[in-house]
């Protein structure tokens, strides 16, 4: 597949990229351009891949042990997996939201204050917390208990909460991995709310089962599908702006998918 | 069963299931039982032994030694000095000043010396808690008619004296506070030698190493290691440290104890390092264990923000962790305060009648002194054993309760 979008305005990028656990082909010639300040979705069934693409973008794939890559991911124009790249600052600019709210066992405070702190932050601390609780839509609801757990609060709360730790470090790229699927309605509206808003500052790539939630939040959608003969690897059938997947999609397994018909 | 509505074939097996589950019941709260009712035997047993009667016999009756019919127990210090000096040979009273001047020792020091040398009480026999509750007429007469002279005395042999007491040759005032000090230095030196070391290994090989054959082997190793009978420790704690690195826990390399003829290695360092060595792979097992229970998903969120591993571990995983170390830790040393046989091949005195003053000192510890005296054939022993293994458990069970408190306390949710 060519590249779908090549302009300046891509901070994220991937070439021919292929996932390995072992030697087991994951993730199958991958080639996306995340454009900047635009929450890009990727979306597909269970087990095609979608969770192990998006951290390839942050190296934290890297945790798994005999995972390698083959190809190339480059993020403003250098290529992530460079001899010369720390992962650790990888994963300093361009930073994660689990699918399962994982606050620190500290305070509030401390959850979004720890990451900074750690990077050598030197300014005002109170003020850096501030205004990541701010960003993440949380600050009204914890401004008077900063000193309780992190772990005291809601799920949806617990959620926002990883996102101001995550905006704390300033990061250039938000990666989401399904963040809103262990959350209520209500919560899960929140999430999106707060993309919409984050996009102004951030680059954000969210994985979601919930295609409504692609629809409604996302401004360009990759389908990820399992190929359906010979290796059982994933890859990117089609991109394109979300508007354009949803109502006129130009693959038929796209179209099958998301309009509900696929299995 | 017949007439209910739910009735199918499904049901029709129910009645038999319920006695499968009631049979499986009945073995578990048997086997419960058993465990308790051989533990509480193990407890009625010591505590048996550790009260009851005695009769005592004296050299010389205390009644005859009343000084114008007030007996001994009433006198005033300066009449007692001078029944000790009436009593005892010359060059025994001479002794006695030099160790501390009359002056200076206060009355009861000076009463329990005419008891000890004046009065020489010695047990003639002694009976355990359930005769003397149950056959009290049977012990006097027995008294009456065996030992005319000796008086019938309740005797606690666990009591607070018999705590603070050092180690005696006479089981009336033989103590075990030489053993405890020495139990608890031991403790310390095996606590500051194994509890880093095996933390820092357990992390090291749950958080840094990787996944190849050589760590399989040291893992596979170390809890191979756990199970080692305790015995081969103390042959090679005394290889190790008692011969070959005699001049350093001996304490000559310090220039400790040159002066002494007996210098060796026999030390509480020794003791104390072979215990710590016999509990360092039970103390990594449990660290791995509780540094594996940490989530998965706390380490990812602190990569996730670009922290480094050691980041990692020393803010998130370490601290999630601790409480499961030091239960694990705990537990372990509680065995180490128990063990016998490695503090036996490596030569810890049976005899110690000065507190361990520094780890250069030679030790007895609690499981050595109740081992001496148990095999001793005198009774009294038997009873100074029980009352020793009384404590031994009190201090146990202390260990172990503080365990389970850390545990509730600093236990946390993910």
């Given amino acids: ?263 | 069963m017949k007439q209910s509505p739910l009735e199918s074939k499904f049901c029709e097996n129910l009645p038999a299931r319920y006695r499968t589950g009631g049979i499986w019941r009945s073995v578990f709260i048997i086997s419960t039982l058993t465990g308790i009712f051989f533990l509480s035997i193990l407890l009625l047993k010591i505590v048996n032994d550790s009260f009851g009667y005695i009769a005592v016999e004296y050299g010389i009756a205390p009644e005859s030694l009343a000084v114008d019919g007030v007996p001994i127990w009433e006198l005033p210090k300066e009449d007692l000095v001078l029944l000790l000096q009436k009593n005892v040979t010359p060059g025994r009273f001479k002794t006695l000043v030099k160790e501390l001047p009359m002056e200076e020792r206060n009355r009861d020091d000076i009463l329990a010396i005419i008891v000890r040398e004046v009065v020489e009480p010695k047990v003639a026999q002694t009976w355990t808690l359930a005769e003397s509750i149950f056959n009290k007429q049977e012990i006097v007469a027995t008294v009456q008619e065996n030992y005319p002279d000796a008086e019938l005395d309740f005797k606690a042999w666990l009591s607070w004296d018999f705590i603070t007491s050092p180690q005696s040759s006479d089981p009336l005032y033989a103590g075990i506070r030489t053993a405890i000090l020495g139990s608890l230095w031991l403790m310390g030196v095996a606590i500051i030698f194994a509890l880093p070391i095996g933390t820092g290994a357990a992390i090291y090989l749950e958080e840094f190493a990787g996944k190849g054959w050589l760590n399989d082997l040291i893992r596979t190793n170390i809890n191979n290691l756990a199970g080692v009978p305790s015995i081969i420790y103390g042959i090679l704690g005394l290889a190790v440290f008692v011969r070959a690195m005699e001049p350093i826990t001996s304490g000559a390399a310090f220039g400790y104890g040159l002066t002494s003829a007996t210098l060796n290695g026999r030390t509480i360092l020794s003791g104390g390092l072979t215990l710590g060595l016999l509990i360092l792979p039970i103390i990594i097992i449990n660290a791995q264990e509780a540094l594996r229970a940490v989530p998965n998903s706390l380490r990812e969120a602190s990569y996730g923000v670009g922290a480094t591993k050691w980041q990692t571990v020393w803010s998130h995983v370490l601290p999630n962790a601790i409480p499961g170390i030091m239960t694990g830790s705990i537990l372990a040393f509680s065995r180490a305060f128990g063990e016998t046989a490695p503090l036996v091949v490596i030569g810890a005195s049976t005899y110690i009648v000065y507190d361990p003053t520094s780890v250069f000192s030679k030790f007895t510890a609690l499981p050595i002194q109740i081992y001496q005296w148990t095999s001793r054939p005198q009774d009294e022993f038997r009873n100074l054993a029980a009352a020793a293994i009384l404590v031994l458990l009190a201090l146990l069970l202390t260990m172990n309760a503080v365990a389970i408190i850390i545990r509730n306390r600093y236990s946390r949710r993910y």
């Fill in chain 1, 1 to 263: 597949m060519a590249l779908l979008q090549t302009s300046s305005s891509n901070i994220l990028e991937s070439k021919n990229l292929n996932i390995y656990y072992g030697n087991f082909r994951a993730v199958r010639d991958v080639n996306l351009s995340i454009e900047r300040n635009k929450v890009t979705a990727i979306i597909g069934p269970s087990g095609c891949g979608k969770s192990t693409l998006l951290r390839a973008f942050n190296r934290m794939n890297e945790l798994v042990p005999d995972t390698h890559i083959e190809g190339n991911v480059i993020f403003e124009g250098q290529d992530l997996y460079d001899k010369s790249i720390d992962p650790v600052e990888v994963r300093y600019r361009i930073g994660m939201v689990f699918q399962k709210p994982n606050p620190f066992p500290k305070s509030i405070y401390e959850n979004v204050a720890w990451a900074a702190r750690i990077h050598g932050y030197k300014g005002n601390m109170d003020a850096l917390v501030e205004f990541s609780l701010r960003q993440a839509a949380l600050w009204d609801e914890v401004k008077d208990k900063l000193k309780q757990s992190g772990l005291s609060l809601s799920g949806g709360q617990q959620q926002r909460l990883c996102i101001a730790r995550t905006i704390a470090v300033r990061p250039e790229v938000i990666l989401m991995d399904e963040p809103a699927s262990a959350l209520d309605p209500i919560a899960t509206l929140k999430i999106e709310e707060l993309m919409q808003e984050l996009k102004k500052n951030y680059t954000i790539v969210i994985v979601t089962h919930n295609m409504q939630q692609a629809a409604r939040a996302s401004d360009y959608t990759a389908m990820m599908m399992l190929s359906k003969e010979g290796e059982r690897s994933g890859t990117v059938i089609e991109y394109d702006e979300t508007n354009t997947i949803f109502t006129r999609p130009k693959n038929k397994q796209t179209e099958d998918y998301v309009t509900g018909r696929f299995g």
